[in-house]
T-cell receptor, first 111, second 116 residues
Framework: SQQGEEDPQALSIQEGENATMNCSYKTSINNLQWYRQNSGRGLVHLILIRSNEREKHSGRLRVTLDTSKKSSSLLITASRAADTASYFCATDASNNNDMRFGAGTRLTVKP | ETGVTQSPTHLIKTRGQQVTLRCSSQSGHNTVSWYQQALGQGPQFIFQYYREEENGRGNFPPRFSGLQFPNYSSELNVNALELDDSALYLC???????????????FGPGTRLTVT
């Protein structure tokens, strides 16, 4: 079963705009990770945020985590056409060794 | 590009047949996880192997089985294939579990399985 739920399911923006994707989950977690997937290919790890962290940055990416609301957001600033991909959040539940993915947000960045 | 490789890239099988998919881990990684990704969905956890032992399993029937070898490469075996087994199968290697939970996973490009 899936743990995370991304919102929105699809997002279309113009190059240069910012893109925000949200993720909600159900159980307590050790950490939350964001991954990117280009069409039909393997996933690429973007950023990991631990349960005791609230915000993390990596280049144009900014991730926040609110454990009280069981939610996270991924912000991509100054988007580029090459950012077009599906983005998934994945949670590492406190009582499991598995990683649970949501259904993803499909981001399209128009040149 | 990660150092994780998978073979074959594509595979077509008939319902009822058996299939073996292979994964070579990134150097230094002792943990391999397998996922099934149906079209338009997120990856679903099948199982994880740590130092040749199964170390967690998702909600998949016993006809999904695996192996991890001493060099940490891995196989996913699926018996009695069903049409719904058609999906992208992803393996991911990692350093396993640390004090802060699971380490980041490095995914292979996947094997696209079609069952007819």
């Amino acid at each position: 079963s899936q743990q995370g739920e991304e919102d929105p399911q699809a997002l279309s923006i113009q190059e240069g705009e910012n893109a925000t994707m949200n993720c909600s989950y159900k159980t307590s977690i050790n950490n939350l990770q964001w991954y990117r997937q280009n069409s039909g290919r393997g996933l690429v790890h973007l950023i990991l945020i631990r349960s005791n962290e609230r915000e993390k940055h990596s280049g144009r990416l900014r991730v926040t985590l609110d454990t009280s609301k069981k939610s996270s957001s991924l912000l991509i600033t100054a988007s580029r056409a090459a950012d077009t991909a599906s983005y998934f959040c994945a949670t590492d539940a406190s009582n499991n060794n598995d990683m649970r993915f949501g259904a993803g947000t499909r981001l399209t960045v128009k040149p | 590009e990660t150092g994780v490789t998978q073979s074959p890239t594509h595979l077509i099988k008939t319902r009822g047949q058996q299939v073996t998919l292979r994964c070579s881990s990134q150097s230094g990684h002792n943990t391999v996880s397998w996922y099934q990704q149906a079209l338009g969905q997120g990856p679903q956890f099948i199982f994880q192997y740590y130092r040749e032992e199964e170390n967690g399993r998702g909600n998949f029937p016993p006809r999904f089985s695996g192996l991890q070898f001493p060099n940490y490469s891995s196989e996913l075996n699926v018996n009695a294939l069903e049409l719904d087994d058609s999906a992208l199968y992803l393996c991911a290697s990692s350093l396993g579990v640390g004090a802060g939970g699971l380490y980041e996973q490095y995914f292979g490009p996947g094997t696209r399985l079609t069952v007819t």
